[in-house]
């Protein structure tokens, strides 16, 4: 049985997945930055799946001590992580970057980049003294360098998360343990519909997410299978694909789709 650890958990992509390993039949630490809020992602999965494969375990990414303490309790409740993700995260309004509250560009380079950069520390060191592992962190828009206006901030971040997954996987090339990314595509969550503080921009994104988007629950299955089958590390596993784009915006007109209805 696969022992899993995934950070922001409580809710969105990271429920989803955690939702989906169980399902698979591994065991899941959900990490979330409340003791309430991982009390209740925990409560709802223990009554959907086996109650004994489900802990939880509260964790700000951005303190390194909390990073360090859920990898001990995972490993202490579990004997060992197999596969750690790195899926915590958050976003901004979207802003021209001169508009943006110092706090709110911290607090989203502090949660993407230094929360990730936190885990992977504490995970590869582990997971090495362990003698195996995979490693994976949650990539999204920067990480191809593609723009958005107003999303400066959080494209960066996860811009250089991609550089720093890179070298993760160059650095542990000699060893037994994997470094890959996850790039779930567009997916309707909070992040993704916190757009809506926009208005005047809303009605025309929201077309082309009804095209580009799809459900957690339509995702997250796929790449936790992906997760527990690779076997090689410097792995991208990317749900959207050039090919699915271009076959998605071919046939918009005769196939429509309403993800927020």
């Not at 560009?105 to 003698?131: P, T």
């Not at 949650?138 to 901030?153: H, I, N, Q």
């Not at 790449?223 to 792995?235: R, T």
Request: net charge positive.
């Amino acid at each position: 049985m696969k022992t899993i650890v995934i950070t922001g958990s409580t809710r969105g992509i990271g429920y989803g997945l955690a939702d989906s390993f169980l399902a698979l039949g591994c065991a899941v630490t959900v990490s979330g930055r409340t003791q309430e809020g991982v009390d209740g992602a925990v409560a709802t999965l223990s009554a959907k799946h086996e109650a004994g494969r489900v802990m939880g375990h509260p964790c700000d990414v951005t303190h390194y001590a909390q990073v360090q303490t859920l990898w001990d309790a995972a490993h202490a409740h579990w004997g060992r992580v197999d596969v750690w993700i790195n899926n915590a995260g958050c976003t901004h309004l979207q802003a021209e970057f001169w508009e943006l509250e110092p706090e709110q560009i911290k607090a989203v380079v502090d949660a993407n980049l230094l929360g990730a950069m936190y885990g992977s520390k504490v995970a590869l060191r582990g997971m090495l003294e362990q003698g195996s592992g995979s490693l994976y962190s949650m990539e999204g828009l920067g990480s191809t360098g593609r723009k958005m206006d107003g999303l400066a901030v959080y494209g960066t971040t996860k811009c250089g998360l991609r550089y720093l997954n890179e070298s993760l996987a160059h650095e542990v090339r000699e060893t037994p343990v994997l470094v890959g990314a996850l790039r779930p595509g567009m997916v309707v969550t909070d992040l993704l519909t916190g757009k809506k503080d926009r208005p005047e921009d809303w009605e025309r994104a929201k077309r082309i997410f009804n095209i580009l988007a799809d459900r957690v629950e339509t995702v997250t299955p796929w790449l936790a299978q992906k997760v527990l089958a690779n076997d090689k590390n410097g792995v991208c596993i990317s749900w959207t694909s050039r090919r699915k784009i271009m076959w998605r915006f071919l046939t918009a007109r005769f196939r429509k789709r309403d993800l927020f209805g």
